[in-house]
């Protein structure tokens, strides 16, 4: 089946560690995106991608980075700079950067 | 600059009812307008979208939008509510992709 799929969907990361969430997808979709969504709130934009080797800040992207080295995989660390990063992570992709965004099933990230 | 309000956080109603979520926006241009769905733990789902043509648009699970230009909105509709319809809907506003804004999200509740 095609879709978007991330990994892990729960993740606990200790103060100062830096952690990696994935996510891959088999749409052949150019671009690719990462959002973060806190309990009752919206969504906001951290990076997207609209190509291979290409990648650009959201609106939220400090202390966040990402990889873009191969189509189908898009992956997000969070660092040990962002001080608050408990929340509810969504990957999503597009067949290019002006058309329809899919997302993945998203992945909890919680301090402990 | 684009915008996207969903006026109400909260909409109740009893299984068998129609159902209408509210959806405004304020574009600069011909508008892409998107519904999504969020169901708990899970990522957001496409319902539908409009681009172009026929202002009464269909979509899965047996949703609808109309879009009315004159008001600026695109309210989702169901002629009849199912428990299982009780989830988080995301109106938002293209052009797609990166520049794709979305509203605060309203959830609705389908009593049985």
């Known amino acids: 089946d095609g879709g978007i799929t991330q990994s892990p969907k729960y993740l606990f990361r200790k103060e100062g560690q830096n952690v990696t969430l994935s996510c891959e997808q088999n749409l052949n979709h150019d671009a690719m995106y990462w959002y973060r969504q806190d309990p009752g709130q919206g969504l906001r934009l951290i990076y997207y991608s609209q190509i291979v080797n290409d990648f650009q800040k959201g609106d939220i992207a400090e202390g966040y980075s990402v990889s873009r080295e191969k189509k189908e995989s898009f992956p997000l660390t969070v660092t040990s700079a962002q001080k608050n990063p408990t929340a509810f992570y969504l990957c999503?992709?597009?067949?290019?950067?002006?058309?329809?965004?899919?997302f993945g099933e998203g992945s909890w990230l919680t301090v402990v | 600059a684009q915008s996207v309000a969903q006026p109400e956080d909260q909409v109740n109603v009893a299984e068998g009812n129609p159902l209408t979520v509210k959806c405004t926006y304020s574009v600069s241009g011909n508008p892409y307008l998107f519904w999504y769905v969020q169901y708990p733990n899970r990522g957001l789902q496409f319902l539908l979208k409009?681009?172009?043509?026929?202002?009464l648009v269909k979509g899965s699970y047996g949703f609808e939008a109309e879009f009315n230009k004159s008001q600026t909105s695109f309210h989702l509709k169901k002629p009849s509510a199912l428990v299982s319809d009780s989830a988080l809907y995301f109106c938002?506003?293209?052009?797609?992709?990166?520049?794709?804004?979305f509203g605060a999200g309203t959830r609705l509740f389908v009593k049985a």
């Open positions: 409009y681009i172009t043509g026929d202002n």
């Open positions: 999503a992709s597009s067949i290019d950067s002006g058309n329809t965004i899919y």
């Open positions: 938002a506003v293209g052009p797609g992709g990166f520049k794709t804004i």
